[in-house]
């Protein structure tokens, strides 16, 4: 039985509004990284950007009508934004920003919409190998949850499916949530179902949040241009740098100096 390309989309469309959400979060992340690392709440509401970033390229991916061009707008946003993110976060080269991930995700999902060839086999198989090989930001397991939830693209029921079995896997090895917004938690983990409870306030597992966002039909649609969506994530990296100099806090260019001087080397 052949499988069709084009079909329904289950969950939220409404990737305009997504993608503001999903950057409002990731803005969380990072300022609680860079510069309120005593509030870790901001740290836990972050957990929330990525997967919506992947619901939004799974949606993409489905109504895209060229592939290429897809490739293209991201592979240019994260050049574009790699300087930019080595300086806001203090990473150097080989720290990836998340539209590696993203670029990598789509070659995948490239083959599985398209089926020639047996692509639908051997694409995921090599962008997960080529996100390994990268050490992309999430790594593998990040590229494997877009291909998850673009099986399932069609089902509410398979979206939650995937979300809560994969968000219980990936928190596995993070630490334990003991509050939030003051709110102590260790009630619950010490509770006579703190066995039951404890696996879903793992930090990574709390990504979790992110579902309702993916199932809820959010009414009326934002129409961002193409460009827009993406340019947001290099511009909410110049304005943590920013924050950070207005907090008085030294910029770290060191980084991109040493990328710099590499580079000269090379010619």
């Given at each position: 039985?052949t499988?069709?390309?084009?079909?329904?989309?289950?969950?939220?469309?409404n990737t305009?509004?997504?993608?503001?959400?999903?950057?409002?979060?990731?803005?969380?992340d990072h300022?609680?990284?860079?510069?309120?690392p005593?509030i870790?709440?901001m740290?836990?509401?972050?957990?929330?950007?990525f997967?919506?970033?992947?619901?939004?390229?799974?949606?993409?991916?489905?109504?895209?009508?060229?592939?290429?061009?897809?490739?293209?707008?991201?592979?240019?946003?994260?050049?574009i934004?790699?300087?930019l993110?080595?300086?806001?976060?203090?990473?150097?080269?080989?720290?990836?920003?998340?539209?590696?991930?993203?670029?990598?995700?789509?070659?995948?999902?490239w083959?599985?919409r398209?089926r020639?060839?047996?692509?639908?086999?051997?694409?995921?198989v090599?962008?997960?190998?080529?996100?390994q090989?990268?050490?992309?930001?999430?790594?593998?397991?990040g590229?494997?949850?877009?291909?998850?939830?673009?099986?399932?693209r069609?089902?509410?029921?398979?979206?939650?499916?995937?979300?809560?079995?994969?968000?219980?896997?990936?928190?596995?090895?993070?630490?334990?949530?003991?509050?939030?917004f003051?709110?102590?938690?260790t009630?619950?983990?010490?509770?006579?179902?703190?066995?039951?409870?404890?696996?879903?306030?793992?930090?990574q597992?709390?990504?979790?949040?992110?579902?309702p966002?993916?199932?809820?039909?959010?009414?009326?649609r934002?129409?961002l241009?193409?460009?827009?969506?993406?340019?947001?994530?290099?511009?909410?990296?110049?304005l943590?740098?920013?924050?950070?100099?207005?907090?008085?806090?030294?910029?770290?260019?060191e980084?991109?100096?040493?990328?710099?001087?590499?580079?000269?080397?090379?010619?």
């Amino acid at each position: 039985m052949t499988i069709s390309r084009r079909r329904a989309i289950a969950g939220c469309t409404n990737t305009g509004l997504l993608k503001l959400i999903a950057l409002v979060f990731m803005f969380i992340d990072h300022a609680g990284k860079m510069c309120f690392p005593a509030i870790p709440e901001m740290r836990i509401l972050g957990r929330i950007a990525f997967p919506v970033y992947c619901w939004c390229l799974v949606v993409g991916a489905a109504h895209t009508r060229s592939f290429p061009r897809y490739l293209g707008r991201i592979l240019l946003i994260g050049l574009i934004s790699q300087p930019l993110y080595m300086v806001a976060l203090h990473h150097p080269l080989t720290d990836y920003n998340i539209f590696l991930t993203l670029f990598v995700a789509l070659l995948g999902l490239w083959g599985l919409r398209e089926r020639k060839l047996l692509s639908h086999l051997w694409a995921p198989v090599l962008a997960l190998t080529l996100a390994q090989l990268l050490d992309v930001d999430y790594g593998w397991k990040g590229v494997l949850l877009v291909f998850l939830l673009w099986a399932v693209r069609d089902s509410r029921s398979g979206i939650a499916a995937v979300m809560i079995a994969f968000c219980l896997f990936w928190g596995g090895a993070s630490s334990t949530v003991q509050k939030f917004f003051g709110l102590s938690l260790t009630g619950l983990t010490r509770s006579q179902f703190g066995s039951l409870i404890s696996p879903f306030l793992k930090l990574q597992s709390l990504a979790l949040l992110a579902l309702p966002l993916l199932l809820i039909p959010f009414p009326g649609r934002i129409r961002l241009p193409k460009w827009t969506g993406y340019a947001l994530y290099p511009a909410h990296l110049a304005l943590l740098i920013l924050i950070e100099h207005l907090m008085g806090r030294p910029i770290h260019w060191e980084h991109l100096t040493n990328a710099w001087q590499q580079l000269i080397t090379l010619f």
